[in-house]
């Protein structure tokens, strides 16, 4: 007998038994799988519809943003939205009739929520009103019997305690755009908001947080049954500003009713204290995305609100700019302080004729009173002498013509016009009568008044490229930094130079003959220099000039003048620099020196370091000087 | 003694490629292919991460399986011990280096991440088999010729015990106790050693990890904890029932794609099929399975020699053991253990072995006709 045969044998039976077994096991899953899916299908069709699990995303709460005391001037406030999830309704249109007669809600905004609710699946709730008065909320909650799917949600909202005042530094957040739902998945949540101008925007990933997640399981009435693991979110981080609100609101209440920008910066460390821009709006219109009509209205205003005049409002900086052209003089050697012109009220170039502001002219003119009663011929004279690209040479080392770089976004760069600019781009040589109007801040030249108050600042501190800016910390990997202390570098004017150009500022307000001696700091303690500025928008023609020329008044409001006015102070130990622009004032003597007076009076009674009143009562005032 | 051969020894490739059983080889795709669909769907309609990643491996796996099946059956029973003792070490390696989450599973080799306990599940029905078949039939009754099979079997169940993976060590026991069946071992033996092993119930139950003490309450009654764990359980019974006759329509499931079942991918997959093609769809896997088997048994039977039958039988039995063991899980019919549904879960060792396995198979299958003696074949017997 072969043993093989046998083994074979043996085998091929249990080979079978265990053949059958696999065949009786299959059976089972089989039966089983009848039982689940045929048998008992319905009882687990119904536990899969109440079987959801959510995963949420827990936003986190924007950081606030305080001003240099502490105060905060944004954060974020509960705020009342009323929801419908259709599942639980009735009838949707029903149950929205019952609610507009509790709260406003016209025919129109319900067509719009019943197509929403149409679009979503039956648990997603779907937003009716949103920021509900108390009143309102209390209203629904006693009424919640006849209103079956009406939910009341808490959420947060940006809010912003000063409203239009500080709008243009702050910015303003608001929803996510679809272009910008890239990266972190908190900004797919129709609830969240971001950064879109200002401070909100410039820090905007540092004041936003880390979202945590819940999982929460809910049933088919996408009501929560409870909620299964959750990571709670990192709050956005807390930004001081070197902002003072105080002041700030003050600037801004100074230029209601005007198109009109005020700066005040730290002189020395380059802290905005103050960024006011009127007319202004209210941030939290953002918020849940701008009615039409607001928004058509402001981009219609010819005095646009929406724009922050200080970093992209570009004017011509008229006289406000001779010093710029006298330091370019000085430096360049091409003058002294001694030198002298006779004002006849205009002066001859070619076939053309360039007239000063007074009719009848000065007289004769040093530098010094070229500045204190804005002489145009006078710096006519000094223009052509040393040039316009020493001229621009000089007006971008005070920081004019380009981005001052502040952390604000939107900054326009202004412009400062050379020999090699007209030549490369218009394709005509420069004109001398061209460097004669660059020498009274007209023509070409662009600036934005954050940039002149860098100017001021650089000449009021003694030469220091001073750089402003607006945090006082910066974002870093465990939370804010304090901004380490900037050292700025000189610009290498001569002292002798900048305390000449200093000195001729306070006669331009401290001495009579002075183009703002009305607008004088009488105060003990207080004081101030600064110099005028007048922006003409319009030309005027030779029949104009024999007719007699037309005053402010008398033109409409968007022909006038701009009236501008920077200001240091106090005149010994410049602390502040002040910028003012008012938009079609007229004069700068009359309409931007006395806003810049109040605003420095301001400045300098809330300056922390300040002594005490009692202290520097002694300091006499800057004694007149007859001119 | 002269032995009648109904072929010849030695064949050519050609030959060898032809004797394929490609109506299986087309089988394997099919059933692969659900697997493809389920992970794409897993995905939530994607071929990454999973899909396009598992397609590669079981194109790798065809090639390993043509290439196993021909290779000369005796070369596989030459060496069973020597690929037994290594797949051995690797699995003791990974007291040393195994990398992965809580237990040690994996093993890190040129940036390839092997699983030996999936490879185990091969090599040790090969080494079996060419230990029965180097028994002799009235040596297999005897006690004494039963130990060196045990610790064959012993020292695998016990690494894989060690890591632990309790449902490996299971199919490892379950594989080698048929696999001691169909090669003779006396029947009471094998009562013997069920009533042994009932005694030994209290001592096992107190040395099982907390974890797997609550799986096994669990099962007893799943509702005792609904969130912990009796989770899976209810949850995939949840995905199976909804899914009903016709199934929810592919893509379609809401329980899969709510991430109710953590790992779906892999373990639990056979959820996804249930839920989105109902039972028309789990009926059509089984019958695909039942195929395999089928061919499987036959091969077994047809061969004429006992390293081939004990061999496919063994594979044979392995393979439906991972499905039997995942479906039942997956239908709340044995507690929680980590079996994959064989060619269809997320996981590339336990794909490329069972590859392998049907490799085996087909090469028992296309060198039938050889017979081969109680000695090494190349003796005269």
């Known amino acids: 007998m072969n043993p093989d045969y046998e083994r074979g044998k043996l085998f091929s039976r249990r080979a079978m038994i265990v053949g059958s077994g696999q065949f009786a096991l299959f059976s089972a899953l089989m039966a089983r799988m009848y039982y689940l899916q045929v048998v008992e299908a319905e009882k687990y069709a119904t536990l899969a519809d109440e079987n959801r699990i959510n995963l949420r995303l827990v936003p986190p709460p924007r950081g606030r943003i305080l001003d240099r005391t502490g105060v905060p001037i944004a954060a974020n406030v509960q705020s009342y939205r009323v929801v419908i999830v259709s599942e639980r309704t009735i009838d949707v249109r029903q149950t929205m009739a019952a609610l507009a007669s509790i709260i406003p809600l016209s025919d129109h905004e319900q067509d719009r929520i019943l197509r929403e609710v149409r679009r979503k699946r039956g648990f997603v709730p779907t937003t009716i009103r949103e920021n509900l008065s108390w009143e309102e909320v209390s209203r629904i909650e006693v009424n919640a019997p006849d209103l079956p799917g009406v939910i009341i949600e808490v959420g947060r909202i940006r809010y912003y305690p000063y409203s239009e005042a500080a709008a243009h530094v702050l910015g303003y957040v608001a929803a996510v755009s679809e272009a910008e739902q890239k990266g972190d998945p908190l900004l797919k949540l129709p609830d969240f908001r971001i950064g879109k101008n200002g401070i909100e925007k410039t820090y905007d990933l540092a004041l936003r947080g880390k979202a945590g997640s819940s999982q929460i399981e809910v049933n088919a009435h996408g009501r929560n049954i409870r909620e299964l693991s959750r990571t709670d979110s990192t709050p956005g981080l807390d930004l001081t500003l070197s902002l003072d609100i105080g002041l700030q609101h003050f600037v801004f209440e100074r230029l209601a009713g005007q198109s009109a920008v005020a700066v005040v910066l730290d002189a020395h460390g380059g802290q905005l204290v103050a960024l006011a821009s009127a007319p202004s709006f209210d941030p939290a219109e953002f918020h849940d995305g701008i009615a039409m009509r607001t928004w058509r209205e402001w981009i219609a205003d010819p005095k646009k609100p929406l724009i922050n005049k200080a970093i992209a409002g570009q004017y011509a900086p008229g006289s406000v700019f001779k010093m710029c052209v006298a330091l370019a003089a000085l430096e360049a050697g091409v003058i002294t302080p001694e030198h002298t012109v006779f004002c006849r009220g205009v002066v001859q170039l070619g076939t053309s004729s360039f007239h000063c502001w007074k009719a009848g002219g000065h007289g004769t003119m040093d530098l010094r009173n070229g500045i204190k009663q804005s002489c145009d011929v006078f710096f006519y004279d000094v223009a052509r002498r040393v040039g316009i690209d020493r001229i621009a040479g000089m007006a971008r080392r005070l920081g004019l013509g380009q981005p001052v770089g502040i952390d604000i976004s939107g900054e326009k760069p202004g412009f400062i016009p050379t020999k090699d600019w007209k030549r490369a781009t218009l394709g005509v040589p420069w004109q001398e009568g061209e460097t004669l109007v660059a020498g009274i801040g007209q023509g070409f030249i662009l600036t934005t008044p954050l940039q002149l108050a860098v100017m001021t600042a650089r000449i009021a501190n003694g030469g220091k490229a001073v750089v402003p800016h607006v945090a006082q910390e910066i974002p870093g990997p465990d939370g804010m930094e304090p901004r380490p202390q900037a050292t700025f570098e000189s610009l290498g004017i001569k002292t002798a130079h900048l305390d000449f150009i200093r000195d001729a500022m306070n006669a331009v307000v401290n001495e009579p003959g002075g183009t703002a001696g009305r607008s004088r700091l009488r105060e003990p303690g207080l004081s101030m220099a600064g110099k005028t500025g007048t922006a003409q928008v319009r030309r005027i023609s030779r029949e104009e000039r024999l007719r007699g020329v037309i005053k402010n008044e008398d033109l409409p409001w968007d022909r006038r003048d701009h009236a501008l006015f920077v200001a240091f102070g106090p005149v010994e130990t410049p602390r502040y620099a002040v910028a003012v622009v008012v938009e079609h004032g007229g004069g700068g003597s009359r309409a931007a020196a006395p806003v810049a007076r109040d605003i420095m009076r301001e400045a300098l009674l809330r300056d922390p370091l300040r002594q005490p009143a009692g202290d520097v009562a002694e300091t006499p005032a800057v004694p007149g000087r007859k001119g | ?381």
């Open chain 2, 1 to 381: 003694m002269q032995i009648a051969r109904t072929g010849p020894d030695n064949i050519s490739l050609m030959a060898k490629l032809a004797r394929v059983n490609w109506v299986v080889v087309l089988l394997l795709c099919l059933t692969a292919s659900v697997g493809f669909a389920l992970l794409y769907s897993a995905a939530g309609g994607s071929f990454e991460p999973w899909a396009a990643r598992q397609i590669t491996r079981f194109v790798i796996g065809l090639g390993v399986l043509l290439l196993v099946a021909a290779i000369d059956v005796r070369f596989w029973l030459r060496y069973a011990y020597l690929i037994y003792f290594v797949s051995l070490l690797l699995l003791g390696s990974l007291e040393f280096l195994g990398v992965g989450a809580g237990s040690q599973r994996w093993i890190e080799f040129a940036g390839v991440r092997l699983q030996p306990s999936e490879i185990m599940k091969v090599t040790l029905v090969l080494a079996l088999a060419r230990y029965f078949h180097k028994t002799a039939m009235e040596d297999v009754g005897k006690l004494r010729y039963l130990i060196a099979p045990l610790l064959l079997v012993a020292a695998p169940a016990a690494l894989v015990l060690r890591q632990p993976d309790l449902g490996t060590a299971v199919m490892l026991l379950a594989v080698s106790g048929i696999v001691f069946f169909l090669a003779g071992v006396r029947i009471w033996k094998f009562v013997a050693v069920g009533v042994a092993g009932l005694a030994a119930v209290p001592v096992v139950w107190s040395n099982l990890h907390t974890y797997q003490k609550q799986r096994i309450l669990t099962f007893v009654d799943p509702e005792r904890d609904p969130l912990g764990a009796g989770y899976h359980i209810l949850q995939s019974k949840i995905a199976l029932g909804s899914g009903g006759v016709a199934g929810k329509g592919f893509l379609q499931g809401t329980q899969a794609h709510l991430n109710f079942l953590p790992e779906q991918q892999t373990d639990f997959i056979f959820t996804i099929l249930a839920e989105e093609f109902g039972i028309v769809g789990g009926l059509c896997l089984l019958a695909f399975y039942g195929g395999l088997i089928v061919y499987g048994i036959a091969v077994a039977v047809g061969c004429r020699n006992q390293f081939g039958r004990i061999l496919v039988m063994g594979l044979t039995v392995n393979f439906f053991l991972y499905v039997f063991i995942n479906m039942a899980m997956v239908m709340g019919l044995i507690p929680v253990v980590g079996v994959p549904l064989p060619l269809v879960s997320y996981g590339g060792t336990a794909l490329l072995t069972l590859m392998m396995g049907f490799g085996l198979i087909m090469c028992v299958h296309v060198h039938r006709g050889i017979q081969i003696g109680r000695r090494d074949s190349h003796d005269p017997v």
